[in-house]
T-cell receptor
Framework: GQSLEQPSEVTAVEGAIVQINCTYQTSGFYGLSWYQQHDGGAPTFLSY????GLEETGRFSSFLSRSDSYGYLLLQELQMKDSASYFCAVRSGYSSASKIIFGSGTRLSIRP | EAQVTQNPRYLITVTGKKLTVTCSQNMNHEYMSWYRQDPGLGLRQIYYSMNVEVTDKGDVPEGYKVSRKEKRNFPLILESPSPNQTSLYFC?????????????????FGPGTRLTVT
């Protein structure tokens, strides 16, 4: 079957760095995305990796290794406002017009 | 302002009473999608649409219908709602072609519709 695995919870300290891993098993692959969702809110896009390697967007970076079916989201200089749930998502097909599968989410808690 | 709108935001209904949740986007996006979100299960795709008159099933399509008669609108129809369809529903839209940057496939989500079926 098709699935994405990510840790259910992660706790970190304000100012620190945290990495959230995502492994996927899908029939076809067309890019890995990351989304942030605060309690009571809608998911918002953070990053997209279509090719292997690291993409950096401010304090957030995302990495993809297609050969390992693995990616991660790296959050640096953690702030209290980063407390949220983070989801990885894969377009599981061979084109951009494909089904999208989300992981079950990682709840990140930040301690002062 | 670029946005995805959904209506209603909250709905309580009874088993078997047909309902429609509307979704509209103003970004001229080709790809639109419906998700349901349940605790511990993340977001699960119900249906998606590549463009007008083109729709396809996601992972959990049973009990739902969609239509895409116009590019901007993508309503979700529950012909005969049941209690197991009680959930938080999100509509989302995105481009469907690579624009050469990492935001190419950014999905914009609506604010969500909380549905309770009794």
């Amino acid at each position: 079957g098709q699935s994405l695995e990510q840790p259910s919870e992660v706790t970190a300290v304000e100012g620190a760095i945290v990495q959230i891993n995502c492994t996927y098993q899908t029939s076809g692959f067309y890019g890995l995305s990351w989304y942030q969702q605060h309690d009571g809110g809608a998911p918002t896009f953070l990053s997209y990796n279509g090719l292997d390697g690291l993409e950096e967007t401010g304090r957030f970076s995302s990495f993809l290794s297609r050969s390992d079916s693995y990616g991660y989201l790296l959050l640096q200089e953690l702030q209290m406002k980063d407390s949220a749930s983070y989801f990885c998502a894969v377009r599981s097909g061979y084109s951009s017009a494909s089904k999208i599968i989300f992981g079950s989410g990682t709840r990140l808690s930040i301690r002062p | 302002e670029a946005q995805v709108t959904q209506n209603p935001r909250y709905l309580i209904t009874v088993t078997g009473k047909k309902l429609t949740v509307t979704c509209s986007q103003n970004m001229n996006h080709e790809y639109m999608s419906w998700y349901r979100q349940d605790p511990g299960l993340g977001l699960r795709q119900i249906y998606y649409s590549m463009n007008v008159e083109v729709t396809d099933k996601g992972d959990v399509p049973e009990g739902y219908k969609v239509s895409r008669k116009e590019k901007r609108n993508f309503p979700l129809i529950l012909e005969s709602p049941s209690p197991n369809q009680t959930s938080l529903y999100f509509c989302a839209s995105s481009l469907a072609r690579d624009r050469g940057n990492l935001f190419s496939y950014e999905q914009y989500f609506g604010p969500g519709t909380r549905l309770t079926v009794t």
